[in-house]
């Protein structure tokens, strides 16, 4: 069953969808929104993310605090910083964080939690997946920076996923 519906929930999502955007049940959409639903899943199948085993919930409930956290202070940081980039330019710059976890889904995530956060912009991830490039809209301390990342995104990330 899961070789023909690899993902039925998601089939039945599509289905609805495509009978919600064209507000009709007719038979001709009822029938193309299950083809939708039942052929877009299987061609995509070799693109759906490894499965994914949480391992310490606990942290994962930390982290999510950590990043609200961070998402408050980060916003007041880069408000504050382009009111006064007159009288003190911002100093932004690309940084390379080394990377120690390898995760595809635990990267997703790290990715998800950059793009949140004002001020840093993930910029480019090394093909074998140590190294990242970050923007940092206002950075003093480089090696400051990235213990704070490492210590605060990618440890948790570390423990929730490998």
């Not at 940081?77 to 080394?98: H, T, Y």
């Not at 793009?115 to 809209?137: C, K, M, N, Q, Y």
């Amino acid at each position: 069953m899961k070789r023909l519906f690899p993902a039925p929930w998601l089939s039945l999502a599509l289905w609805l969808l495509w009978l919600v955007l064209n507000l009709s049940m007719s038979p001709g959409n009822l029938l193309l929104g299950a083809v939708l639903g039942f052929c877009a899943p299987l061609m995509m199948r070799k693109l759906r993310p490894l499965p994914i085993r949480i391992h310490r919930p606990g942290v994962m409930v930390r982290l999510f605090f950590l990043v609200g956290r961070d998402v408050v202070v980060s916003n007041l940081a880069v408000a504050w910083g382009v009111l006064n980039a007159g009288r003190r330019p911002p100093r932004s710059r690309f940084i390379k964080v080394p990377l120690d976890l390898r995760d595809a889904n635990g990267l997703a995530a790290l990715s998800m939690i950059c793009t949140v956060i004002p001020g840093t912009v993930w910029s480019e991830l090394a093909l074998d997946r140590s190294i990242l490039l970050l923007h940092v809209f206002d950075l003093e301390d480089e090696a400051l920076f990235i213990q704070h990342f490492k210590a605060t995104y990618e440890r948790p990330l570390m423990e929730i996923f490998e």
